[in-house]
């Protein structure tokens, strides 16, 4: 199904007789849902088109570990804001021998041209992803005068050079989830739409540009002594997300999760730039914000998420909102 907006143009058509010009819809955003089932995966996927942008996002479910990719020709010139929301994957890119890794609740900015390799996916879950891919122009328009981590990936593209911002992924902060639901639930029309879609694609690059800037300049480094001690934290923030009504204390914590309680405190403050609980907090005031406006009753938010009482919801909710949920319903 496609949703059309536009400006108007030319077009002729016969009055009395006589041929006379009216104007007509060129289209400026375009959006188009599928699902798609082939020997390999089902994925129901969602395509936005705009002048500058394109946004795609999806859910596919994998039948095979090994996928093969034909080269891409005659693509636009894009880069592409990455944003893995669950599931994990590795494209090898034949093009310029490099690995790209996609891990549950990562992201990164990458520009890659050419593919011609192969993918490995987990087909014991779904891989969902979300995407914003910027014509190669533009995002160096708007890298022009930001910050020195787009800058020196700007410098890469405008040499043509296969590049991401950074080789390491960062988490998704909660405030690019809230951007992405933006995206997903918008509900304008006509040119609104365009104009809000453009605007929080840009946000959404300056959240990301905002977290690459912090982890270039840090100065002090991460308690974290190896890629097991992240694949640790990473799996303590999934499992906290996962038990969300019920969450277990930091040493049952540890404990599941195979590290100390020094380096799971430590490591969760330097990775999500909080503290466990202060994390998980946010996580669920920002969820219970999304249930209540999809139509939840407050009572049922608020002991879904496990809330002792609907009182105790509504104090936490307006301390971070401003607003109580009540408010927010109307």
């Not at 188009?32 to 596919?60: H, M, N, W």
């Not at 593919?115 to 190669?136: I, M, P, Q, S, W």
């Not at 599941?256 to 609980?277: A, H, P």
Request: proline fraction near 3%; include cysteine.
């Amino acid at each position: 199904m496609g949703i059309n907006i536009g400006k108007d143009y030319g077009t002729w058509k016969e009055v009395g007789g006589r041929f006379e010009q009216f104007p007509m819809k060129e289209q400026l955003v375009t959006e188009r849902r599928e699902k798609c089932s082939f020997s390999f995966s089902d994925a129901e996927l969602v395509q936005i088109t705009t002048p500058d942008t394109y946004i795609v996002y999806g859910d596919i479910l994998f039948k095979q570990h090994l996928l093969y990719f034909r080269p891409t020709y005659d693509v636009p010139d894009m880069v592409k804001l990455r944003f893995t929301l669950s599931g994990n994957g590795t494209i090898y890119n034949y093009v310029n021998s490099k690995k790209y890794l996609f891990n549950s609740n990562q992201q990164n900015i990458i520009y890659m041209p050419e593919l011609d390799g192969t993918g490995e996916y987990d087909t014991g879950c779904n891989y969902r992803f979300f995407e914003v891919h910027f014509a190669k122009e533009k995002f160096l328009q708007l890298s022009e005068h930001s910050c020195r981590s787009l800058q020196i990936l700007a410098d890469h593209l405008d040499g043509g050079h296969y590049a991401q911002i950074a080789e390491q992924n960062l988490p998704i902060s909660l405030a690019m989830y809230d951007c992405i639901r933006s995206i997903l639930n918008c509900k304008y029309t006509d040119g609104l739409k365009l104009m809000f879609l453009e605007s929080k694609c840009i946000e959404l690059l300056v959240l990301q540009a905002e977290a690459f800037e912090a982890a270039l300049t840090k100065k002090q480094s991460l308690p974290l002594q190896s890629a097991y001690d992240k694949d640790c934290i990473y799996n303590a923030r999934d499992f906290l997300i996962q038990n969300i009504q019920q969450p277990p204390s930091v040493a049952q914590l540890a404990k599941i999760c195979g590290i100390n309680e020094f380096k799971l405190r430590q490591g969760f403050k330097g990775l999500f730039d909080n503290s466990i609980f202060g994390y998980l907090t946010d996580y669920k005031l920002n969820y219970a914000r999304e249930l209540l406006l999809e139509g939840k009753s407050i009572k049922f938010v608020a002991f879904d998420l496990g809330y002792s009482s609907v009182q105790h919801f509504s104090t936490a909710f307006k301390k971070k909102f401003a607003i109580s949920p009540g408010q927010l319903k109307i």
